[in-house]
């Protein structure tokens, strides 16, 4: 079975049957889908790929109908079995082979998804999605039987390999003694973390390590700040100099300072970037369309060039690609280096910030301190019935107040009382049935004011019509 559904602009997200919700795919489809793969990919990268999987309940079972999928077309399989979404992006890059990772990131247990990538870890086009998509569809109405396996199936280790390679970007040799905590979620940076840490002189105090994607204690989307309260309770009672939250796959890291405060995004990406144009003046950094202008700022006055993406992993990475950039961010804790094909980690943005903070004398908090130039509200996510009707109705009651653009959802420019600049993003997800807010202002008070207003519209139902 599979839905169109789960076919999303830049990946594959669906809810698996079996479970209490109707389901939107299961193994049959995932086999179809393998077979739609390797009826389309390029000759030249279709012979071998490597297959990875987080830790979800279905990740076993539907990650193997994948691969039976592929081998019943005569594809090699490289299976690395259990991994992060970086540590198969690794995978991709070290053997300049095509990747494919099963992985919902930070959806509910029930989900289940894949992420694709072409040797080198480069993104796959859009069009190629859309291409699988409709042939698996149609094999899927064919329901002609699946074949035998005439591919291989090797089985490797790629987590030795994944945790050398970080060390080697990262000089973590003589930093000061740090307490860091980390929280996995139960997700997969249970899996690599003791690793990657075992190479550094800290106190892991850990969270919630051991894999379970049944999600025990707190779902794996550290952008909702509930999720985040384990952690910044577990600084202050250790009294710890960081503490790092993962989501579900391990691509995304957010920071804690030893307050317990979250320090955003946007502040890590300029101080990140901050660190990489000292060591490469003049190189080019990406951002997503709503990054904070802090960024922008932060780079140009250190001689840098910023290029803006569109949000979304695939469309970063290929920007990466055609400026070759030598680090990006994203709002949302993405963070992609150059010296990792391009690709998005977040055990190596973890890394950074914690080899900054060991090299310096300071506590995390002042180490941001002139990254923080701005007030920002944070990625806010509302569920609405209709995605483009309530956008359009946000526009309206906006007309006149700042100039609009439409270039990644609706985006709103205005300044305050005091001609300081003020913006807000709503967006539709690309991965959920959700609009994503983002706000920025010179003061707490002008930001939370154009926040609520934006709120206040996204969240009342529209007025009925008269009569209907």
Known sequence: ???????????????????????????????????????????????????????????????????????????HVLDSGLSSTDQLWFASGSLD?????????????????????????????????????????????????????????????????????LHSLVDTSGLRHLTVVVDAGNGM??????????????????????LDGSFPNHQPNPLEPENLVDAQRAVREHGADLGLVFDGDADRCFIIDERGEVITPSVVTALIAASELAREPGATIVV????????????????????????GHTHVKAL?????????????????????????????????VLALLGRSDQPMSALVTDYQRVSNSGELNSTVADQAATIERVAAAFAGKGSVERVDGLTVRGLDAEKRPWWFNLRASNTEPLLRLNVEAATDAVMAAVRDDVLDLVRTPAPTPEGA
């Not at 990650?63 to 077309?73: D, E, H, K, N």
């Not at 550094?200 to 105090?205: A, G, I, M, T, Y």
């Not at 250190?302 to 993406?309: I, Y």
Request: aromatic share 8%; glycine share 12%.
């Open 1 to 75: 079975m599979i839905e169109a559904s789960v076919f999303k602009s830049n990946d594959i997200r669906g809810v698996v049957a079996g479970g209490e919700r109707p389901g939107e795919w299961d193994e049959a489809g995932a086999a179809r889908i393998g077979q739609a793969w390797a009826d389309l990919a390029d000759p030249a990268w279709r012979a071998t790929v490597v297959v990875g999987r987080d830790m979800r309940v279905s990740g076993e079972a539907i990650s193997r109908a994948f691969i039976a999928g592929l081998r019943s077309r005569g594809v």
């Open 97 to 165: 082979l095509a990747g494919v990772q099963f992985t919902a990131s930070h959806n509910p247990a029930d989900y289940n998804g894949i992420k694709f990538c072409r040797p080198g870890a480069a993104p796959v086009e859009p069009a190629f999605l859309r291409a699988v998509a409709e042939r698996a569809l149609q094999l899927e109405a064919d329901q002609s039987p699946l074949g035998e396996p005439t591919g291989d199936l090797e089985l490797v280790d790629t987590l030795p390999g994944y945790v050398a390679h």
């Open 189 to 210: 940076a249970g899996h690599t973390v003791r690793a990657v840490f075992e190479r550094v002189d800290v106190d892991l105090v850990g969270l919630y390590l051991d």
């Open 288 to 311: 997503n369309s709503v990054t904070s202008g802090t960024v922008e700022q932060v780079v140009t006055e250190l001689g840098g060039r910023v290029v803006t993406s569109l949000v």
């Open 320 to 352: 990466m690609a055609a400026e070759h950039a030598i680090f990006g961010g994203e709002h949302s804790a993405h963070y992609y280096f150059r010296d990792f094909w391009g690709a998005d980690t977040g055990m190596l943005a973890a890394l950074h």
